[in-house]
């Protein structure tokens, strides 16, 4: 029996790629776990309550699109935050960012672009799921590389005409995953500008939005606001996940364009799952909500005072201005993570299992990937044995 070729030569996913590397080997301490970015501040006080209010919700197939209420909260959520007014018809509910960053791309990206393959345009590192959704679409996967030299964000305008003549969709994380840079406005005009000439779509994936360092990051919908750009090209992917330290609760969005929303809701109805009554009043009450997120935002922030001192001094440190991780460089990211497991105990992530090779270099290759979810004192701990083993 054939198995789709286009999917043949994938490596295995980041996470079981590193239990292959490291559960061979027993810790050298007490295990600190820094790999995945699963959050573990606490989740909003009112989620129990609501959710037992709702319990009744679980007996009745749920809207496909989001309740009339959900979709409001989201409404007046991305008018408070973003200052962009969007009716219910430009919004949709999303069982987390991951099916709708995956599945919006099945719904928009044409099987041709100009009479040839289309091209799918993705930072290098890169959140996974962006490359899958590309072969799934047949489309061709074109890995941009995001540097410290061009400040951890992709340079897509220094890509050939060619490629950008075929690029149908183009993928930007902000703030970043792994490396925690954050857009700015004039960085986001710039590539609508592009978007526009070349006559292709923006995803936006802003998961991270509501956890930074200094200043709310620029958000895609309103930058497109205030320059006119065209509504079909921008498509902003949001999740609680991160806001409201809900992972497991696989709530989000996508915002976008009125005939792109509705293409998405046309291929949901037929291939996807919408999320349960009880998940949907749940995600209603945290989106009216920004008391928790404060607070939860306060505590990274401590976490990016306490990493800054932890690092201090060291050369290449560059602590994130956005999300909650740390992007750290080394000589080898598979030879650091294995002797910090061996050596300490602290599980970290080989930054190459977040990339591709190109043009025989891998731009993760030198780093590693530090999830700063852990409760505070474990966190500090965790990156003091990292720093005097790796740097000391």
Not at 132 to 157: H, I, K, R, T
Not at 179 to 187: E, I, T
Not at 386 to 391: G, H, I, P, V
């Amino acid at each position: 029996m054939a198995f789709p070729e286009r999917f043949s030569n994938l490596p295995d996913y980041a996470f079981p790629r590193l239990r292959k590397l490291l559960d061979p080997h027993a810790p050298g301490g007490e295990p600190v776990a820094m790999t995945i970015g699963e959050p573990k501040h606490p989740m909003p006080e009112f989620v129990g309550p609501v959710l037992a209010e709702s319990l009744a919700g679980f007996g009745l197939y749920p809207p496909n699109d989001g309740t009339p209420e959900l979709l409001s909260a989201i409404g007046g959520w991305l008018k408070r935050r973003y200052r962009v007014d969007l009716g219910p018809e430009r919004i949709m509910v999303l069982n987390g960012t991951r099916e709708g960053l995956f599945n919006a791309a099945l719904a928009l990206v044409p099987e041709t672009k100009r009479g040839a393959r289309p091209v799918v345009l993705m930072p290098n590192p890169f959140y996974q799921v962006y490359a899958m959704a590309a072969l799934a679409l047949g489309a061709e996967p074109v890995y941009v590389p995001a540097l410290a030299s061009n400040g951890f964000l992709p340079d897509y305008a220094s890509l050939p005409a060619e490629i950008l003549e075929r690029t149908a969709l183009a993928y930007l994380c902000s703030p970043a995953n792994p490396q925690g840079s954050v857009a700015s406005r004039d960085y986001w005009a710039g590539l609508m500008d592009l978007a526009e000439t070349h006559d292709f779509r923006l995803f936006a994936d802003e998961c991270y939005a509501e956890i930074w360092r200094t200043a709310p990051p620029a958000g895609a919908l309103e930058v497109a606001d205030a320059t006119g750009a065209d509504p079909e090209r921008i498509f902003a992917f949001h999740s609680l996940s991160k806001r409201s330290n809900l992972p497991g609760l696989r709530s989000g969005f996508v915002a976008g364009g009125p005939e792109g929303i509705a293409r998405i809701r046309q291929l949901r109805a037929f291939a996807g799952a919408p999320l349960p009554l009880p998940v949907q009043r749940v995600s209603e009450r945290a989106w009216a909500d920004e008391t928790h997120v404060e607070a939860n935002r306060a505590l990274y922030q401590e976490k990016f005072r306490i990493a800054d001192e932890v690092f201090s001094g060291l050369q290449g440190y560059m602590g994130p201005e956005g999300g909650f991780f740390l992007w750290l460089p080394v000589p080898d990211g598979e030879e650091a993570a294995l002797k910090l497991w061996t050596e300490t105990g602290v599980r970290v992530l080989p930054g190459a299992y977040l990339a591709r090779e190109v043009g025989g270099e891998n731009p993760g290759k030198g780093y590693i990937r530090v999830a700063m979810v852990a409760p505070k004192d474990e966190m500090q701990r965790g990156l003091v044995r990292l720093r005097d083993c790796l740097y000391g």
